[in-house]
């Protein structure tokens, strides 16, 4: 069993179950640490783009990231982090539009949220909140309100993490070898 799975189908841990047996929970039971589940019913578009956005980060953020801090990655990290860069690409897409071309505010809203996630500096939704209410020249509490009724119809609220993500760590060798000899 790999340590981790990553489901992208309707309901593979879903919150009106009536018993724990889930799918979710048979990947855990059957030895994986870490679990990627939906939680309600998905759109097919969106759960693919979940997944393709979620392997773009494996493949890009992973290597970047322990390149330039030279720490060790949890699972948990680069789940979530993935899971609010999506939530701020739908909430840009309801109240700003579809992506665009290079420079655009909206690509440069989507730009900023991404590297005050990635960072970990700043408080990358309120942040958010503020590009989005002086782009539409609106209040942020009218802006605030907008952004709750996308996120009641978000994809990314239904996906949740079981079992033990944040004992998986990554790194790329490096770390763990100042530790373990490298006969083990």
């Not at 990290?77 to 860069?85: A, H, L, T, W």
Request: glycine letters at 8%; proline letters at 5%; charged letters at 15%.
């Amino acid at each position: 069993m790999p340590p981790i799975v990553i489901l992208s189908a309707c309901d593979t841990h879903g919150v009106d179950s009536p018993l724990h047996a889930t799918v979710g929970n048979g990947f855990l039971i059957l030895g994986a640490i870490t679990v990627v589940a939906s939680l309600l019913p998905l759109g097919g578009a969106s759960s693919a783009m979940f997944v393709a956005r979620l392997v773009y980060r494996l493949a890009d953020f992973i290597p970047s990231v322990l390149s330039a801090k030279k720490r060790v990655l949890n699972w948990t990290e680069i789940v979530s982090g993935m899971q609010r860069m999506f939530l701020a690409s739908e909430v840009l897409n309801a109240l700003v539009g579809t992506p665009d071309i290079e420079g655009s505010p909206r690509q440069t809203m989507q730009l900023q949220a991404n590297m005050d996630i990635n960072t970990g500096e700043g408080a990358w939704f309120e942040n958010l909140l503020a590009g989005i209410a002086e782009y539409r020249t609106e209040e942020y509490d009218v802006v605030a309100k907008r952004v709750s009724r996308v996120i009641a119809l978000s994809e990314t609220i239904r996906y949740i993490q079981l079992g033990h993500p944040e004992s998986v760590l990554v790194d790329d060798g490096s770390i763990r070898g100042q530790f373990v000899p490298s006969n083990l």
